[in-house]
Nanobody
Framework: QVQLVESGGGSVQAGGSLRLSCAAS????????MGWFRQAPGKEREFVAS????????YYADSVKGRFTISRDITKTTVYLQMNSLKTEDTAVYYC????????????????????WGQGTQVTVSS
């Protein structure tokens, strides 16, 4: 069965950096488009970034473009989210997600288009 396990969350001051990791198992990792979402208290889950199967194509929400970088290591079956210049509004639970096999479009922001989800990791940015 597919498992996605996030790690790397924590507390950081505004302007700082964090790197999230998502270890995937139970799937042929190179066959899945991967993404990151986040959900702040009282808000809906929102798209952050996504990456193609090969890692050669990425897509970002406007709110994180230029500050966050998504990447993947196929040998380690892990997807990463490098977050720089963090702002207080980046505070949220961050979730790793995978589209279903055979779905290759990368610029997909609707959470319903992702079939598999991790349990989430908390990121708190203080001023």
């Amino acid at each position: 069965q597919v498992q996605l396990v996030e790690s790397g969350g924590g507390s950081v001051q505004a302007g700082g950096s964090l790197r999230l990791s998502c270890a995937a198992s139970g799937l042929t990792f190179s066959g899945y488009v991967m993404g990151w979402f986040r959900q702040a208290p009282g808000k809906e889950r929102e798209f952050v970034a996504s990456i193609s199967r090969s890692g050669g194509s990425t897509y970002y929400a406007d709110s994180v473009k230029g500050r966050f970088t998504i990447s993947r290591d196929i040998t380690k079956t892990t997807v990463y989210l490098q977050m720089n210049s963090l702002k207080t509004e980046d505070t949220a639970v961050y979730y790793c997600a995978a589209r279903d096999r055979g779905l290759f479009r990368v610029a997909v922001v609707d959470s319903h288009e992702y079939a598999y989800w991790g349990q989430g990791t908390q990121v708190t940015v203080s001023s």
